[in-house]
């Protein structure tokens, strides 16, 4: 079996910041899904650009209970997950690589959910400690929905 190495993007965060993005205290780079679009979208390119495999999408720090907390409405974290992965994906259609790369590219360009902890959303530290407990049941909640939404808006893969 044959391995292939996959180089994936960079950090959102700081691409969207040194553009002069105002990150949100505790979403981070997922509210500009929201409000930056056209910049996340920029980032992407860019990555496209630098030779990336693999276009992660901004959300992250995108969950239910976290836009809940800052504020936000449901669909307003639903729209900011579809988001993601849309921008991702236009990202991959209109920034085509040169035709000498695409014949050296053994797959196509992918596109990764990106799926933070249940310490991610608490954002105060814990996602590095693992300073949290739920049970399993609690688990699966928290995760569901967003996977669910992240699949049916056409990812190729989740990374967790």
Not at 62 to 78: I, K, P, Q, T, V
């Amino acid at each position: 079996m044959a391995h292939t190495t996959l180089l994936r993007d960079g950090a959102m965060a700081t691409e969207l910041e040194r553009a002069g993005v105002a990150m949100h205290p505790t979403l981070w780079s997922a509210t500009s899904l929201l409000t930056h679009a056209d910049a996340v979208l920029a980032v992407h390119k860019s990555y496209i650009e630098a030779g990336a495999d693999v276009l992660t999408t901004a959300t992250y720090q995108c969950s239910s209970e976290g836009f809940a907390r800052a504020g936000y409405s449901h669909d307003e974290y639903l729209k900011a997950l579809r988001n993601g992965v849309r921008l991702a994906s236009q990202a991959r259609a209109i920034q085509a690589r040169p035709m000498q790369e695409q014949l050296l590219q053994a797959q196509p360009l992918k596109i990764y959910g990106g799926v933070g902890s249940v310490g991610a959303a608490l954002a105060d530290g814990s996602e590095f400690t693992a300073a949290y407990s739920r049970t399993t049941d609690e688990y699966y909640a928290f995760h569901d929905e967003r996977i669910r939404v992240l699949a049916a808006e056409g990812i190729d893969a989740l990374l967790l």
